[in-house]
């Protein structure tokens, strides 16, 4: 009789050294702790008392010995802390493009398709039928000739318009980004923790464009009540302030880094749960966190006109359901002619990447 064994779980089963199965769920923690070995390792040592991740023949202090042999973390220094290599932070990165990335379907959806014929700089895996203005570069012989041999014959071989297949060319053109983050205290309040899924994406975007597009450029973007720059090595350890929301700061410093990028193409990725609450008017903060304050978004809309006057598209994805919230980021949208998208947390990562792939991508026929 066939049928389905089903046994209990064991860990130990998965092909992978006890290590590497501790430093994945390090990895995690990391992440969740911006960063903080010791605060990672607290966690670690919980869960070993609860799930035995470790037994007699390998505790928790020789994984953290493996740590440092193998260069994920460093010795204490003067202070008596532990951090993190450069070796880590990229870890970090891979794993969070591994966890991301892999759970997305192919599809066509988005996609731009261009008229004019060309070459591109891939080719495409799918062929079709030759069409009239198809140019000779186009044409895929070997799948030519077979489709010849069958509706033929080899006999009286010849090759006909019907016979003839054309292989597609994808263009992939070179794009600057700017991944505008939001840090304002309410993405860690009401109980639900926003921006460890927003730095999750984050480092799997630059991870993909180092290591997919490296003629591409991402730049990153913090707002609370200021605006700053970070490097790609700083996410790890980015963390929430007491800070409001200074839409404004966050549009006016992308703008300022895309007008210096020699790219044709350029756009603007924003993940905020909020509406704006700040601005910086001389040395002076104007806050306003009840509703929406007219004086505050009119700046905003201002901001996405200027964007489309310089044809950066704003995609903006929009963690909180609040009905006058979406209102807003729906103005801002059609203001800007860009895209806004209503992700769950679980979801931000598809999202942002069927968006920045299909936007990069064109079919040439």
């Known amino acids: 009789m066939k049928g389905f ?12 050294p006890r290590f590497e199965q501790l430093l994945d769920l390090f990895m ?71 966890e991301i990335f ?5 599809t066509r959806q988005g996609d731009h398709h261009s008229f004019k014929p060309g070459q591109g700089d891939e080719v495409n895996p799918e062929t079709r039928q030759y069409q009239f203005g198809d140019m000779l570069e186009q044409i895929d012989f070997t ?15 010849h090759i006909g318009e019907e016979d003839l297949s054309i292989r597609e060319t994808d263009f992939k053109a070179q794009t600057s980004t700017v991944l505008m983050i939001d840090i304002s205290h309410s993405m860690i309040l009401y ?22 597009y490296p003629k591409d450029t991402l730049d990153i973007v913090v707002f609370g009540n200021d605006a700053w720059p970070i490097e790609v090595k700083d996410l790890p350890y980015l963390q929430v302030g007491p800070y409001h929301t200074n839409t404004v700061a966050g549009l006016e410093l992308a703008m ?5 990028r020699k790219n044709p193409n350029k756009q603007i990725f924003m993940i905020t749960d909020g509406k704006p609450t700040c601005l910086k008017i001389g040395k002076r903060y104007y806050k306003n966190s009840f509703g929406l304050d007219r004086k505050v978004v009119n700046r905003c809309m201002s901001l996405a006109a200027q964007c489309k006057k310089l044809k950066i ?12 919230l979406q209102r807003f980021v729906q103005e801002f949208t059609e203001m ?30």
């Not at 532990?82 to 969070?96: L, W």
């Not at 300022?256 to 210096?260: E, F, K, T, V, W």
């Not at 598209?313 to 006058?324: E, N």
């Open 256 to 260: 300022d880094i895309l007008r210096r």
């Open 143 to 157: 799948e030519s000739i077979r489709n010849a041999q069958i509706n033929h014959g080899i006999e009286r071989f």
């Open 5 to 16: 064994h089903f046994t209990s779980f064991d860990p130990g089963k998965d092909g992978k």
């Open 336 to 365: 800007n002619q860009g895209k806004a998208f209503f992700a769950s947390l679980d979801k931000l990562g598809a999202f942002m990447f069927k968006d920045f792939e299909s936007g990069r991508r064109k079919t040439l026929y």
């Open 313 to 324: 598209p704003v995609t903006t994805f929009m963690i909180a359901t609040d009905p006058y």
């Open 191 to 212: 109980g639900e923790d926003r921006i460890t899924p927003a730095k999750k994406v984050a480092m799997a975007l630059s991870e993909l464009i180092k290591t997919k």
């Open 28 to 98: 995690q923690l990391l992440t969740y702790t911006s960063g903080d070995v010791s605060e990672a390792m607290q966690w670690m040592n919980e869960l070993d008392k609860k799930y035995q991740l470790t037994d007699e023949e390998y505790g928790m202090g020789d994984f953290l010995d493996e740590l440092k042999e193998k260069g994920y973390i460093t010795g204490e220094n003067e202070e008596g802390q532990v951090k993190i290599t450069p070796k880590t932070e990229q870890g970090i990165r891979k794993r969070s493009l591994e």
């Open 102 to 106: 892999g759970k997305l379907k192919k």
